[in-house]
Each structure stands twice: as structure tokens, then as C-alpha cells.
Nanobody
Framework: QVQLVESGGGSVQAGGSLRLSCAAS????????MAWFRRIPGKEREFVAA????????RYADSVKGRFTISRDNSKNTVYLEMNSLKPEDTAVYYC?????????????????WGQGTQVTVSS
């Protein structure tokens, strides 16, 4: 069993920054790819960023590329999402997710455990 707990959400003005964290339980973290997804009100859940098991390979949605950075610390069983130059359209509930493989892509079906989500609100 894996539990994922997100933190770091909040309210910020456009142009600001936030750092999300996702703490994972279990002994499989260092062998698992991790990702962040988000659900914007009225829309389907969408992929934001993913990182491979070692933190050496990352991928991003085009909408966040150059503004967001995903990273991980396997010694702390934690994955991060650094969000800069935030825009009102980034307002969403952000979820972290685990994939039972060393590297994973942008599809929800690849991920088997999900956190409860953390709200990010960006005001103009």
C-alpha cells in the first residue's frame, strides 16, 4: 500500500510562485516514477509533469514548460513541483501520482496511486 500526501497549495497573485510537495509512504518510492496532474474547474484532469525513478528524466505539459519544475528526493520519499510565473489559468486542484514503473508518461492509466489533492488558486 502506498499513501501520497500533498502539501504546499494556497493562494497567490499572478506572477507569483508556489512549491508543492508530495510525501510518499512505502518502500517502493525509489523504484517508481512520479507525476503531478491537475483538475481545473469544469475540465478533465490533465497531466502537468512527470519524473523518472532517479530524477534524471522529466517531461512537462506544454502549458507549464519553462515555468514549472518537477524534482524528487528519494532519501525523503518526496516529490516536488516548483511553480513560477503562475497564471490565473493554473488555478486547479493539484494531485501527485505514482506509477509502478521506472519511467512513465502523461496518461492517467499509467498511475496506480493518487494523493488527495491540494488547491492552488492564482488571482489576477
Amino acid at each position: 500500500q502506498v499513501q501520497l500526501v500533498e502539501s504546499g497549495g494556497g493562494s497567490v497573485q499572478a506572477g507569483g510562485s508556489l512549491r508543492l510537495s508530495c510525501a510518499a509512504s512505502g518502500r517502493t518510492f525509489s523504484n517508481s516514477a512520479m507525476a503531478w496532474f491537475r483538475r481545473i474547474p469544469g475540465k478533465e484532469r490533465e497531466f502537468v509533469a512527470a519524473v523518472n525513478f532517479a530524477g534524471t528524466n522529466t517531461r512537462y505539459a506544454d502549458s507549464v514548460k519553462g515555468r514549472f519544475t518537477i524534482s524528487r528526493d528519494n532519501s525523503k520519499n518526496t516529490v516536488y513541483l516548483e511553480m513560477n510565473s503562475l497564471k490565473p489559468e493554473d488555478t486547479a486542484v493539484y494531485y501527485c501520482a505514482r506509477a509502478p514503473m521506472l519511467i512513465a508518461g502523461p496518461f492517467s492509466r499509467e498511475y496506480d496511486y493518487w494523493g488527495q489533492g491540494t488547491q492552488v488558486t492564482v488571482s489576477s
